[in-house]
Each structure stands twice: as structure tokens, then as C-alpha cells.
């Protein structure tokens, strides 16, 4: 099972100006280059930005501490932008507040406060559950599989399966890309959870919905999801001792 991770993204071609400029210039180094980026995204902060750059900006330094391993300086940063901007309505600050939520419970999580990851995430849930924009309904669906991740860590499988379930049923007509992968990682964590629990057989229903969505997916990190849920399905089966089966399975995977 996985915790996913909101990135950073650009300001709008709208903002100009310093701080957008180096923003945009730090983004480019964030993955590659973390400890690069994070001088600049500093002084992107310090050559007063609007609103909407600075949220971004913030976002950005929280995400890069996480890469360098500073997560307790990761968890103030998400401190000091709720205390800035919780109350922006300004979509585009909104959007950062949501993905920030997302990224503070994976934090708590990393630092061994699931409990506390999981009350986050729901705050996040219920300010954003019913939002229309794409960008704070995938913060919505990433909340909910990152949910069910640490319920199971904390034990509580059930709760889990029933979370997964949760973004199965309010994304499973989406066409957009992100929203597609994620009830894709959904499927498959809820299939292995069943599997954690003994039941077998409702593990291979799971991965038959999943491979049923993504069987005719073209692009490479769908078709990497429909791989992983050929090859759990064929684990499932070998635990319920339908073995012919199984093989037909693998013979797919070749």
C-alpha cells in the first residue's frame, strides 16, 4: 500500500514579478535538487509575493523539507500557511490549503502521530468533500486513500476497506487522469487489506473491478496499476488454492 504526496505547482501565467519568478525557477529543481530549491523558494517569501504566490511558496518549502527528511520543520510550515490563509476564498489559495491538509496528515503520519494524520485528513474531508474543481476533488480523493492507508496501519482494517470503498463509490465515473489512478490504488489497497483480513475471495472481486476499470488504459501509470492488480489477484488466488487459475492470471502478466 501506498501514501501519496501532493506536489507543488506554478503560479498562474497570470503572476509575474519576482516572487513568481523564482518560485517558477525552484520548482524546476524540487525534484532533482532539494536543497537547491529551498534558497530560492526562501527568497521567493522574502520579495513580497501576492497572496496566492506566497500560499504556493509555503507549500513548496514544506514539500522540500520533506524531501530532505526535516519533517518536524515540514509540520510548522503547514502551521504557519493555515495561520495565514485558512480563511482565503480565493480558489487558487484554497486548492494549496487543501493539498496542504492532504500532505500534513501524510506527515503527522511519517512521524508516528497517525492518529492525529487521520483527524487532519477528515478536517480536510470536511471542508472540501463537496467541491466541484478538479484540483480540490483529487486532494479529496488522495485524502481518502492516504485515510485508509494509516487506518490500517492503526489496526482498523475494517474502517479501512470501508474508506477505499468510499473513494471507489464517489470517483468511480471519473474520466480525468489523477482521479482514475487513485480509485485505481484504492482498489488495490482494498484488496490487500481483505486479503489481511482472510477474506480471500472478496480480495479477488476487488482486483476484478480494478482490472475491469483499467483493462483498456493506455497510459503507462494505469497500466502499472492494472500489472500490480493482475499480480495480486493471482496471490489471492493462489491463498484460495484455485491454482489453474492463477496461472491463467500470470500468463497475462507476460
Do not use: W
Not at 187 to 198: E, H, I, V
Amino acid at each position: 500500500r501506498r501514501q501519496e504526496i501532493s506536489a507543488p505547482t506554478s503560479p498562474s501565467a497570470a503572476s509575474d514579478g519576482l516572487s513568481a519568478g523564482l518560485l517558477r525557477h525552484a520548482e524546476g529543481l524540487i525534484e532533482q535538487k532539494p536543497e537547491s530549491a529551498l534558497p530560492i523558494i526562501e527568497a521567493s517569501l522574502m520579495a513580497a509575493p501576492p497572496n496566492d504566490v506566497a500560499a504556493k511558496a509555503l507549500f513548496a518549502r514544506a514539500y522540500v523539507l520533506r524531501a530532505l527528511g526535516r519533517a518536524e520543520e515540514e509540520l510548522t510550515v503547514y502551521g504557519e500557511l493555515a495561520a495565514r490563509f485558512d480563511d482565503a476564498t480565493d480558489l487558487s489559495i484554497r486548492e494549496t490549503i487543501a493539498k496542504s491538509l492532504v500532505n500534513k496528515g501524510a506527515c503527522l503520519n511519517t512521524l508516528g502521530r497517525t492518529e492525529e494524520g487521520v483527524t487532519v485528513i477528515d478536517e480536510m474531508l470536511a471542508r472540501f468533500s463537496d467541491a466541484s474543481e478538479l484540483a480540490l476533488r483529487e486532494s479529496v480523493a488522495t485524502g481518502l486513500l492516504n485515510k485508509g492507508n494509516q487506518l490500517g496501519k492503526l489496526g482498523r482494517d475494517e474502517d479501512a476497506v470501508a474508506t477505499y470503498e468510499e473513494l471507489e463509490v464517489r470517483f468511480n465515473g471519473s474520466i480525468e487522469l489523477p482521479l482514475q489512478k487513485l480509485v485505481g490504488y484504492a482498489l488495490f489497497n482494498k484488496g490487500f487489506t481483505l486479503d489481511r483480513l482472510g477474506r480471500n475471495g472478496d480480495a479477488v472481486i476487488a482486483y476484478d473491478t480494478l482490472l475491469a476499470r483499467l483493462g483498456g488504459a493506455s497510459e503507462l501509470v494505469l497500466r502499472e496499476v492494472f500489472a500490480g492488480g493482475l499480480l495480486a489477484k493471482g496471490q489471492s488466488l493462489d491463498m484460495l488454492g484455485r491454482f489453474e487459475e492463477e496461472i491463467a492470471v500470470y500468463n497475462n502478466l507476460v
